[in-house]
């Protein structure tokens, strides 16, 4: 017994010292890449640096997993205070934010060797694998006969195709439950940190104090520094570490909707209580981001989340039975949405408009907004093939001008038609259905958990893209779901084939 206790504590030690390790060589080198353009003489030793990543990656590629989805919520913040500590121009900094793209390929190289050495592939591919696959096609052929334009055609690739990378990659690196508790754990972990931040902003800092990091006052334009914050009326919208409101809401969104679904199956108490305390405390800041698309999203899916629990509550009892509870509360839940919209209506705030104007409308946004969609439509309907990539969406802003639809899908169909439309929405409803599968078949607690609260995530996510730029605009968010996302499904693959 001694003598295994001692070869655990050994390999604990062992694999502890390599973890510090590779976050060293990780550090190191995001330190020197920031600090090249002050002392050039370190472009030296960055191949190195990389080479040395690349072989930790190569033999345990799920940390590259990790590092992903624990640093990437602080990126804007880690990137700003890099270019003003290391005083870095535009072009500068974006090779220090290039990090989370030089984690990604180091990962991709990783598996296609992996995968030209055992000459298998690295997972078993499926419909929902086949409908991505037909999408990027579309994208490739969009990009011949509309971009033409190399740097914004690459842009374009990375804004619609990154997040579906980092799936494949999960699904390639990812076997075990194990690993799904700790991207999970990793996930929660790092969202405590930017829902405290946020607290903290809202409730006892001074709206400017970003400004000290390196932050601004004006507009953000394309590689410029970031808000500070932004002004909404007679109110002050936070963004804790993320690079603007409308990207912190739907985040802080997710957060409350995976930690209330694995309140409801998780056993342990301690974990409960944790999980409870996390959902209240993203409330706040997210409030004040005042994100209409996320306050929208997160109500759908929480609608969502009390049918299905009630589903599940009420299995012995008649289908009509089943249907009237069904209208009921969606009728409670259209009153109350109403009663709600007409308080807001009602109650005026300082400088004569009411609530509703500063909340709900946010004064000229949503008109805007309704010009955008409007425009976009007529767009497609002229041009039913698309544009190509990039030519739509807030890559056009680097590349001098302005084309912007206000809503995820009018982005794809502008970009890669109407059948590119159609594609992206069979892999919503693809999705949607294996995720709930594994939900309703699974007898594992965490598994259900977890699989409830990417279901939920990806209703509230989606409502936000019919108002945003969801997918593309939201680089956290869309990382972070899919990597967990594959992971799920993978793990379900698994299960199956055992």
């Not at 957060?255 to 305390?277: A, C, P, T």
């Not at 705030?349 to 409007?374: C, K």
Request: glycine share 8%; aromatic share 16%; with cysteine.
């Amino acid at each position: 017994m001694n003598q295994n206790r001692k070869e655990y504590n050994t390999i604990t030690i062992f694999k502890s010292i390599n973890i510090i390790v590779y976050a060293f060589i990780f550090i190191i080198l995001e330190i020197a890449i920031a600090s090249r353009f002050t002392y050039p003489q370190l472009k030296y030793i960055i191949p190195f640096l990389i080479l040395g990543l690349l072989i930790y990656l190569f033999k345990k590629p799920f940390w590259g997993l990790v590092t992903l989805v624990i640093v990437l919520p602080f990126h804007a913040f880690l990137t700003m205070y890099a270019q003003y500590h290391f005083l870095l121009n535009g072009q500068q900094v974006f090779w220090v934010a290039f990090w989370k793209e030089m984690i990604i390929i180091l990962l991709v190289i990783v598996i296609l060797v992996k995968s030209l050495w055992q000459r298998k592939l690295p997972f078993k591919i499926l419909i929902l694998d086949w409908f991505i696959l037909a999408l990027f096609g579309l994208g490739i052929l969009s990009i011949i006969y509309g971009t033409k334009n190399l740097g914004q055609a690459i842009w374009g690739l990375r804004t619609d195709f990154e997040f579906f990378i980092t799936y494949f990659l999960a699904r390639s690196i990812i076997t075990n439950k194990n690993q799904l508790k700790i991207i999970l754990a990793s996930i929660l972990g790092s969202g405590v940190i930017v829902a405290l931040f946020g607290f903290i902003q809202v409730y006892f800092l001074p709206v400017d104090y970003l400004m000290r990091f390196g932050y601004t006052w004006l507009p953000w334009v394309p590689n410029g520094p970031l808000q500070a914050y932004q002004g909404l009326g007679n109110f002050v919208r936070i963004i804790s570490t993320f690079s603007g409101a409308i990207q912190l809401g739907p985040y802080l969104a997710i957060l409350i909707l995976l930690s209330l679904s694995l309140l409801v199956f998780i056993e342990s108490k301690i974990i409960k209580v944790f999980l409870g305390l996390l959902s209240i405390l993203c409330l706040f800041p997210l409030y004040h981001t005042f994100t209409r698309s996320a306050w929208l999203g997160l109500t759908i899916s929480l609608f969502v989340l009390i049918l299905i629990l009630l589903q599940k509550s009420f299995k012995k009892i008649s289908t009509y039975s089943k249907r009237i509870i069904s209208i009921v509360l969606i009728v409670v839940f259209s009153a109350g949405l109403i009663l709600g919209v007409s308080f807001l209506l009602k109650s005026a705030v300082p400088g004569g408009t009411t609530y509703f104007d500063e909340l709900v409308l946010h004064r000229t946004s949503t008109p805007e907004h309704l010009a955008s969609i409007t425009e976009s439509l007529k767009t497609i309907k002229n041009n039913p093939f698309g544009s190509g990539l990039g030519t739509s969406g807030l890559v056009t802003l680097r590349f001098g001008h302005r084309s912007l639809s206000e809503n995820w899908y009018l982005q794809i169909a502008l970009e890669m038609g109407v059948l590119g439309l159609a594609v992206f929405i069979a892999i919503m409803v693809v999705f949607i259905r294996s995720i709930y599968r594994l939900y309703r078949d699974n007898k594992d607690n965490f598994i259900k958990g977890a699989s409830l609260g990417i279901l939920l995530s990806f209703i509230c996510f989606s409502a936000v893209g019919l108002f945003l730029h969801a997918w593309g605009d939201n680089t956290v968010v869309a990382l972070t779901f899919w990597i967990l996302a594959g992971g799920l499904i993978e793990y379900q693959v698994l299960q199956k084939s055992n």
